[in-house]
């Protein structure tokens, strides 16, 4: 009854978190051997957890930086590192789009933020509107796997996994894909005879790698002060930071200060600083430092806006968490994730075989629900499978929202799809097509990440 109650009420056309909380009552009521209210009180108990408490400050920090003019330093720094490359535009979508990546934590927030500045300018150097649509289309993908990520807030309160150590595990397969897609990017370059679309210019190039080198050195230089000297780690971190940010002020760097946002992020959660919620709390200061006071593009007026956007989508998700978390109670209860497993066990008992058919339902899943909610309903189906199968938690944790987020560039649900189409005035068919050639190094990707576990594990265990 409550398989059926969920398919009829989506085949309707009704919301999937309405679609779950309704027919998790229809079932209750129909059995008659609990109450109305444990839907409520079950719902509540779902949101009822401090690693959740992520969830709306990265969405402010995200928000914040898309609208404090974040976008155009970070746009303006990635050409300067790679524009004068063949095919250049393309390269700098895929960069900004991984530094970007380390602020919102959501690929809707990448295509809508940086996308706007991306395709514009390509289309404005001679690119055809389709290869704009789908370059942009595939880095987008890459922000829920570079941390932070809202997905893996999720995963890891429903898997019961750390999200640190989730973060920690995007960062090797967020490279591959940067990687391949920039492989990509070359290859149509080279197919086309595309040149280069900045002059190459040595200060300029010598200046972002300054940069580069800053954030790098940065961190390595605060972990010896405070592991290698015993330097106390708070006031340690306070002086590295008053010195950041005066020699922003006499060199007058693009894009360092934006780009420390996931190094603080991570740092600060490797070294056992703060958690990942914390972290978020963190990301949100530091945005406000960078808005209001340093580069002073951020007004009152638009915060108390990015206020107000940050509370419509931290709503939406929750919500959604929230009815997930008494549908997968009941599919426990009712002993469908049970026969699940059973089937499947008996189906095959090899990893990788499991691994495959996850991978080809999770795709599909992801094309017709949205991120949140096909994760809430895939983790209790799916995790007790992986954990019997030895499965690492994180690895799968990172081969699902992978399979999500390309599900999020296709119809009928794709919110990415959707943006872009609106971003680019393409139609929903034209943009699809535009997007279809870049699944290849996505799904690539897909493939190392899923059978070779060590690009997922290997940082999280050495940072342990």
């Not at 709390?281 to 940050?310: D, H, N, P, S």
């Amino acid at each position: 009854m409550l398989k059926i109650a969920f398919l009829l009420f989506m085949s309707a056309g009704i919301p999937v978190a309405v679609a779950m909380a309704g027919a998790s009552l229809v079932y209750i009521l129909w059995s008659g051997n609990l109450p109305g209210f444990v839907v409520i009180h079950r719902m509540v108990s779902g949101v009822d957890s401090f690693p959740l408490l992520a969830v709306p400050f990265f969405i402010l920090a995200g928000n914040l930086m898309n609208n404090a003019g974040i976008t155009n330093r970070i746009y303006n720094f990635a050409l300067a590192l790679v524009g004068w490359l063949k095919g250049g535009l393309g390269h700098v979508n895929i960069l900004g789009s991984v530094i970007f990546s380390g602020m919102s934590g959501t690929a809707i927030a990448d295509a809508a933020g940086l996308g706007t500045i991306e395709i514009k300018a390509m289309k404005e150097h001679g690119y055809s509107t389709e290869f704009a649509v789908g370059v942009t289309a595939a880095s987008a993908t890459l922000g829920p796997i570079i941390p932070p990520s809202l997905p893996f807030v999720i995963y890891g309160m429903m898997a019961n996994v750390s999200v640190g150590a989730l973060f920690i595990a995007g960062l090797m397969p967020g490279l591959i894909m940067t990687l391949l897609t920039m492989l990509t990017v070359a290859y149509y370059a080279h197919k086309n005879g595309w040149g280069a679309d900045v002059k190459f210019q040595w200060p300029r190039l010598m200046k972002a790698l300054v940069e580069l080198l800053v954030v790098c050195l940065w961190p390595t230089l605060l972990w010896f002060a405070v592991d290698k000297f015993g330097a106390p780690a708070q006031p340690a971190v306070a002086i590295a930071l008053v010195i950041l940010f005066a020699a922003d002020k006499v060199f007058k760097f693009e894009a360092v200060l934006p780009i420390m946002t996931p190094v603080l992020l991570i740092g600060g959660m490797a070294t056992g600083l703060f958690t990942a919620t914390e972290g978020a709390i963190a990301a949100c200061v530091w945005a406000m430092v960078l808005g209001f006071f340093w580069y002073r593009t951020l007004q009152w007026k638009m915060f108390v806006k990015v206020c107000l956007e940050t509370v419509e989508s931290t709503s939406t998700v929750l919500f959604i968490v929230a009815a997930a978390s008494i549908f997968g109670w009941m599919l426990t209860a009712t002993g469908v994730t049970a026969d699940i497993a059973s089937w499947v066990l008996n189906f095959t008992k090899e990893a990788w075989v499991f691994l495959l058919l996850a991978n080809l339902l999770m795709l599909f899943v992801g094309c017709f629900l949205e991120t949140t909610a096909a994760i809430t309903i895939l983790v209790p189906i799916l995790l007790p499978i992986s954990n019997q199968l030895g499965i690492d938690p994180v690895h799968f944790g990172v081969v699902m929202v992978l399979n999500l987020m390309i599900g999020v560039l296709h119809p009928p649900m794709g919110m990415v799809l959707f943006v872009l189409a609106r971003i680019a005035n393409l139609s929903i068919e034209r943009t699809t097509m535009a997007i279809l050639p870049w699944l290849v190094p996505l799904l690539l990707s897909l493939g190392i990440i899923t059978y070779w576990p060590a690009t997922v594990l290997w940082l999280p265990k050495i940072m342990q």
